[in-house]
């Protein structure tokens, strides 16, 4: 089951709501807070802050969500056996907090268990100058197994028949109003190794 306690509070009839949350649990599905979308379209707003292994030129050109960055001070702490972002995509251990002071968010990903590995650090984003900052570290994390589409051998786009064990470190700055500023004003450095692997992508093995 899923338990969630905390409060809502506000001081003045000027101040912004306050949130506080637990979430803790065995699983928390996402795909359950979507509409009744076809699988192809479905996208929830969490999701939209959980970076996916899509090439960036398959990203459309998305105005970031600014607004909901201010209507609300927040400290949402989760603690959760497991995250199911979609039918191929499942986390485990997700020891995370998420807080939200005067339209400046911070993520402080403490553990999340990704494909037989590890991913920690911090994300930020701050909606009053419109930067954001990632510093984030993967530590043997099995891209098949973060995405089982990849395991698939009947995915002609990228099919990994052995490897895929992959290390990263990246630390990079952004800003602008939408996905394409945020790729054109990207800073800082993103380091993958990946071992020895076989790859098939569409034709070519």
């Known amino acids: 089951g899923l338990n969630i ?5 506000i001081d003045s009839p000027k101040s912004l709501p306050y ?6 649990g065995n699983t928390l599905d996402l795909q359950k807070f979507t509409s009744s979308q076809p699988a192809s379209q479905k996208q929830s707003y969490i999701e939209w ?9 398959l990203m459309k050109n998305t105005p970031i969500p600014y607004q909901y960055f201010k209507m609300v001070n927040a400290d949402v702490n ?18 995370t907090n998420f807080a939200l002071k005067n339209s400046v968010f ?5 553990n999340i268990g990704a494909g037989g590995g590890k991913i920690s650090g911090t994300v930020g984003i701050n909606a009053k100058t419109q930067n954001a900052d990632a510093n984030l570290k993967a530590d043997n994390v099995v891209l098949q197994n973060l995405d089982t589409a990849f395991a698939g051998p009947q995915n002609s786009e990228l099919y990994i028949k052995e490897g895929g064990k992959t290390t990263a ?4 700055s952004t800003g602008g109003q939408n996905t394409d500023q945020y790729l ?14 076989i790859v098939k992508i569409k034709s070519l093995e």
């Open 5 to 9: 306690n905390g409060s809502v509070s």
């Open 19 to 24: 949130l506080k949350l637990n979430i803790k």
């Open 49 to 57: 802050l959980i970076p996916s292994a899509e090439a960036s030129t």
């Open 78 to 95: 989760f603690n959760l056996q497991k995250l199911v972002i979609n039918p191929d995509i499942n986390l485990t251990d997700i020891q």
């Open 106 to 110: 911070k993520a402080n990903i403490k």
């Open 169 to 172: 470190l990246i630390n990079v």
């Open 184 to 197: 054109a004003n990207m800073n800082g450095q993103i380091i993958v190794f990946t071992d020895r692997s």
